[in-house]
């Protein structure tokens, strides 16, 4: 099931429209039915992603042993410009627990991933050798690589393998057809692994409709399930935030607004509390008439500013805006700095962080809620001077994960931001995936996802 806004602009519902084409079935929903309070929009929402999907655990070994799993991972991991080595595996070890799985299941076991952005050609900095010399460590195991992911040659490789066994095919984006979801590939990549299950361990691709996140269940007889990674992405991501538990805050950071406004009008529903910090405050003060000096204003979201504070009000979300912030005067990480008042900004002056009066009140509301989520950091906080309020945000919700509320962080930056402070093992969830994890919280339906089984009641 797809739900499309129509309150949108109308570009972003068909562009929406589009990447969702391959789902079964659509609810447009407009803004009579926005009004509605916020606890049945959040049940809405919640239903498409999360609610039914098999796993692959709930698959008993008779439906796996002996049999061709095809297992889609995110093995698109960032390598050291200088050695040519995987500078961060993170995602290579998150994969590792359902191959395990599988592999206790007596399955024979085809990884197929991307890798950069080859656009349809060889390119022999993305090939996938690098995550198949990681591989055998993790898992004990030897792990045989193909030299193509299609083809005759691979489809003999597949047809020699013992139950337990792993193969890697070659990057999948070195054909064209994987990013258009064409569904001759798709067709091609089943008949060469001869897949008999489907299992999607992709998070950060399952926001993309593409032939091995989407186009290949066509092709696949047996069940078609969700790994751990993903599953465990859709219960936080969308099984949590969409059912909290109350009071529920949303903290939202970063630089843009434009980036984040679709996240923000689906959290203005869900939370109890939606608290902001990051460059993108400065739009909502100058929204609210107030002076930021040089600070980063997207001009043309101070219309969306305005909206989202009159949604908080007309849906009772307490929207805190940071009362105080840093100020520097250039952009620079030796910049003078000072502490003011947001009504006080002096001109030139550019807010880098929130002050401490904001961290106190931000520390309060955390402490007082039982679910928190966090996307994107309050400040600059690369530059020392200027990470106190992220690295305090992350510390206060550390503090709540031990007091038993449930800690979500997801993005780029402030997943960085939580493991500079060492603070990683003390949230309920860090969330693998960037645009897929933004997706998930502003409610979208993920193609990935939407392809799936669902699971039997
Ligand atoms: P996502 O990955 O979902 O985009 P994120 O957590 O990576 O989320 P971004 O929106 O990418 O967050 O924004 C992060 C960037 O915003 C950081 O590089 C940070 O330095 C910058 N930033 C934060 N506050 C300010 C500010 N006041 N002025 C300028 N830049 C800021």
């Not at 690589?145 to 691979?154: I, R, S």
Request: charged share 25%; with cysteine.
């Amino acid at each position: 099931m797809v739900l499309i806004r129509l309150d949108r602009v109308c570009k972003v519902a068909s562009s929406v429209f589009t990447r969702y084409t391959n789902s079964s079935t659509t609810v447009v929903w407009t803004s009579a039915f926005c009004s509605n309070n916020k606890f049945t929009l959040c049940r809405s929402f919640s239903s498409s992603n999360k609610k039914s999907k098999k796993t692959v655990a709930m698959l008993d070994e008779e439906a796996v042993r002996g049999k061709h799993v095809l297992l889609r991972c995110d093995f698109n991991v960032p390598m050291d410009k200088n050695t040519g080595k995987i500078a961060d595996d993170t995602r290579i070890r998150a994969a590792i627990p359902t191959i395990q799985l599988l592999r206790g299941k007596g399955a024979k076991i085809v990884l197929c991933s991307h890798m950069g952005r080859p656009k349809g050609k060889v390119v022999e900095a993305l090939r996938l050798a690098p995550v198949s010399d990681a591989l055998p460590l993790l898992l004990e195991c030897p792990v045989i690589q193909t030299e193509d992911c299609v083809g005759e040659k691979t489809a003999n490789v597949i047809k020699n393998m013992s139950d337990g066994d792993v193969v890697l095919l070659e990057n999948l984006r070195f054909h064209e057809g994987e990013t258009k979801n064409s569904l001759e590939f798709a067709k091609q990549l089943v008949d060469t692994t001869s897949a008999d299950v489907y299992v999607n361990d992709a998070f950060g691709c399952a926001h993309r409709a593409h032939s091995s996140t989407a186009g290949v269940v066509d092709y696949i007889a047996g069940p078609k399930v969700a790994g751990l990674l993903l599953s465990k992405e859709l219960d936080y991501l969308s099984g949590v935030v969409n059912n909290p538990q109350r009071p529920f805050a949303a903290i939202v950071g970063g630089a843009k607004v434009s980036t984040k406004i679709n996240v923000l009008e689906s959290l203005v529903e869900k939370s109890d509390k939606l608290i902001l910090g990051g460059a993108m405050i400065f739009t909502f003060l100058k929204a609210n008439g107030l002076s930021v000096g040089s600070s980063m204003v997207e001009d043309d979201s101070l219309e969306l500013a305005k909206k989202l504070m009159q949604r908080a009000e007309a849906t009772n979300t307490c929207l805190y805006l940071p009362e105080d912030v840093v100020v520097a005067d250039k952009f620079s990480e030796e910049a003078e700095f000072k502490v003011v008042s947001v009504n006080e900004i002096p001109d030139g002056w550019v807010g880098l962080d929130i002050g401490p009066k904001s961290v106190a009140a931000i520390q309060k509301h955390i402490e007082e809620c039982k679910t928190i989520v966090w996307n994107g950091p309050m400040g600059v906080f690369e530059w020392p001077n200027f990470e106190n309020g992220t690295f305090s945000v992350g510390r206060a919700m550390a503090d709540a994960t031990d007091r038993g509320a449930v800690t979500i962080v997801g993005g780029g930056d402030s997943v960085l931001a939580v493991e500079r402070c060492g603070l990683t093992s003390r949230m309920s969830h860090i969330s693998t995936g960037g645009g897929a994890s933004l997706e998930l919280l502003e409610g979208l339906v993920l193609p990935g996802v939407a392809v799936l089984d669902k699971a039997q009641k």
